[in-house]
C-alpha cells in the first residue's frame, strides 16, 4: 500500500497547486452575468429538423394553447406524411433550409389547398385571429425550446 500512496501524493498535491494557481479564471469564465440558461439557449443552433418536428406535431395533433379568438387549431386535416410536406415548406418561410428540399413545392401546394383560409395566403395570419407562420420565431416554438431539450 505504501507505493502506491508514495504515487498518489505528489499527484494530488500537483493538483490542488494547478486548482489554487487557476481558480480566478475558472471562476471568472463559469460564473460570468451572462452565463444564465437563456445564454446556453443562445449559444444553440438554429435546428431546422426540430422547427419540422414542432409543424409536424402542430398539424398531426391540433393546438389550443394560445387561446386565439378563432379557438384551437383541429388536428389530423391532412395526413401525416402532407404534414411533413407542410413542414419542410413552411421551414423556408422561417429561413430554415428544409431537411427534405424537393417536398417544398408540394409542401407549398398542400399549405394553400388547405392552411390558408385561416393562415392567409402567404402564411401572416390574419388581424389576430389567427397566427402569423412567417414571424420568427415560430410562436409556440420558443417556448418549446426555451422548456425543453430537443437535439
Not at 111 to 140: I, M, S
Request: with cysteine; proline share 9%; glycine share 8%.
Amino acid at each position: 500500500m505504501r507505493p502506491i500512496w508514495i504515487l498518489l501524493v505528489p499527484l494530488i498535491l500537483f493538483a490542488l497547486a494547478y486548482f489554487i494557481k487557476h481558480k480566478e479564471t475558472a471562476i471568472t469564465s463559469t460564473q460570468s452575468p451572462s452565463h444564465t440558461h437563456q445564454s446556453a439557449l443562445d449559444l444553440r443552433p438554429d435546428c431546422p429538423e426540430c422547427f419540422e418536428r414542432y409543424v409536424e406535431w402542430v398539424i398531426n395533433e391540433g393546438l389550443d394553447l394560445f387561446k386565439y379568438p378563432s379557438g384551437p387549431m383541429p388536428g389530423g386535416t391532412v395526413s401525416p406524411q402532407e404534414a411533413k410536406k407542410i413542414a419542410a415548406f413552411l421551414a423556408t418561410l422561417q429561413g430554415y433550409s428544409p431537411s427534405h428540399p424537393e417536398w417544398v413545392q408540394e409542401g407549398k401546394a398542400l399549405f394553400y389547398g388547405n392552411c390558408t383560409g385561416c393562415h392567409g395566403p402567404e402564411g401572416k395570419g390574419q388581424r389576430g385571429y389567427f397566427p402569423d407562420l412567417t414571424k420568427k420565431p415560430l410562436e409556440g416554438y420558443e417556448r418549446l425550446m426555451k422548456h425543453s431539450i430537443i437535439k
